[in-house]
């Protein structure tokens, strides 16, 4: 999509219904949703490609103005879209943009999914994000790691999901592909950066104190609220997962198999969990 939005942006489009936004997490792109998209009926589902991810173009965000430049960003895509009130949906880093634009935007956002956030109350960083985060460290570490199938398999185990990648190859192809493209590397390294702490590997939760979700922020979304997470999310338990739901107004919760990425191993359970809450 070309349009007045000072970046190309490429978008992923599924259905017809109400428009439904999904926002992909850090190192891949909107394609790692195709599982979950072929399964949710009744809606315009759109997956744009983050900025730097995919064919969308990257943009200029500062590690300390991130959070206003991705509000802006997706402010900017509803309005080129047309889209006056969306239900937006957020994976992993996509969940805290999400998370963010309901709280600058809260009158666009009628229905709200997070699906595995990071940075929230309670979440702790994986420890391969830790040591990328960490100077010097990171760079290193990333240059004794080729990009290709073993290294993302070996990723996938951490966050709980190599056994349910395995049965997507074409995934495998695009996160390789993401790994060995510079460009989409340069854009998640700024997320992580943005996002971790560079002491990460020091500290409990390993995020950055002024881009956490605070639980003061989560007590003013006030715009029905799903949180879905997998039973082995690398991101803590269950029971950080009630924490969480506690601190939002209109939150319900749902447990699934697996782990950071529940539509891998069930697409349609995830996808019948998402539509039931939206009906």
Known sequence: MESDLPTRVHVLEKGAGPPMILLHGTGVAAGFFLPLLAELDGVRAIAPDLPGRGLSD????????????????????????????????????????????????????????????????GTRCPLPHRVLATPGLGRLAAGLVPPGRESVLRFAAVMGERATLVRHPDLIDLLVAMRRD??????????????????ALLTPSGFRRRTRVRPEELGRLTMPTLLLWG??????????????????????????????????GQPVQTAAVILDFLH
């Open 58 to 121: 990257p943009i200029d965000h500062p590690r300390r103005h991130f959070r206003t430049a991705a509000v802006g960003w997706l402010d900017r895509l509803l309005d080129v879209l047309g889209l006056e009130e969306i239900v937006l949906l957020g994976h992993s880093a996509g969940g805290v943009w999400a998370t963010w634009y309901a709280l600058a935007h809260p009158e666009r956002v009628r229905r709200l999914v997070l699906v595995g956030p990071p940075a929230f109350p």
């Open 182 to 199: 510079p460009v989409a590397e340069s854009a998640a390294r700024d997320e992580i950066h943005a996002l971790v702490s560079p002491l």
């Open 231 to 264: 039973r082995d999310e690398p991101l803590g338990g269950v029971a950080v997962a009630r924490g969480v739901t506690d601190l939002i107004p209109s939150a319900t919760s749902a447990i699934l198999p697996g782990g950071h990425v529940p539509w891998l």
